[in-house]
């Protein structure tokens, strides 16, 4: 079965750091781009990140410098290490399969991240 | 940034209805266009890409169009397990953005 699983999420202080995890099974995993997106409270979805299959990675001004997306070795991990973190980070984080068509076609369940003293 | 905007932001409507979402790119981003249903509690699901594709599994009551700035997603003969939030995403050129979503409500 194709899966993704994040881990990681917590309760965090402004300017604290985070590592998020997301565990991938039943493909592949090195022959797809992969993506965070994050979702406030509010509801609204925002692209996070991304690292494509040559390891290039991509982020939006909201969270660059301060964000680093990386895939694992042989363990078939994603991975987001946030530092600096805001309350305006404060989110459910996803972490999503990108297919070459532009089908971004799996999602993993989400991991909560609460940044706030 | 490209900028996706969404309308109507809710929606009312009857089992058996057809329904028409509007999203709109702040500029041209050709046939990159994703769409989403997200259900509470839940994560997002691919709708369509490609404007106009359908993921394998998705029923044919959804059908996606448009290209440049203007896309639609409709939806016939609307079902209670259609209600959800829709979000449309642009994926022309990072950052990917995403729509405010529109809440369809039966």
């Known amino acids: 079965e194709v899966q993704l699983v994040e881990s990681g999420g917590g309760l965090v202080q402004p300017g604290g750091s985070l590592r998020l995890s997301c565990a991938a099974s039943?493909?592949?995993?090195?022959?797809?781009?992969m993506h965070w997106v994050r979702q406030s409270t509010g509801g609204r979805l925002e692209w996070v990140s991304a690292i494509d299959t040559a390891g290039d990675t991509y982020y939006p001004g909201s969270v660059k410098g301060r964000f680093i997306i990386s895939r694992g070795g042989a363990d078939n991990s994603l991975y987001l290490q946030m530092n600096n973190l805001r309350a305006d980070d404060t989110a459910a984080y996803y972490c999503a399969r990108f297919r070459s068509s532009g089908n971004m076609d799996v999602w993993g369940q989400g991991t909560t991240v609460i940044v706030a003293s | 940034d490209i900028q996706m905007t969404q309308s109507p932001s809710s929606l009312s409507a009857s089992i058996g209805d057809r329904v028409t979402l509007t999203c709109r790119a702040s500029?041209?981003?050709?046939?990159?266009l994703a769409w989403f249903q997200q259900k509470p509690g839940k994560a997002p699901k691919s709708l369509i890409f490609g404007a106009s594709s359908l993921p394998s599994g998705v029923p044919s009551k959804f059908s996606g169009s448009g290209s440049g700035t203007d896309f639609t997603l409709t939806i016939s003969s609307l079902q209670p397990e259609d209600f959800g939030t829709y979000y449309c995403?642009?994926?022309?050129?990072?950052?990917?953005?995403f729509g405010q979503g529109t809440k369809l409500e039966i």
């Open positions: 039943g493909f592949t995993f090195t022959h797809y781009d």
């Open positions: 500029q041209d981003i050709s046939h990159y």
């Open positions: 995403q642009q994926y022309k050129s990072y950052p990917y953005t």
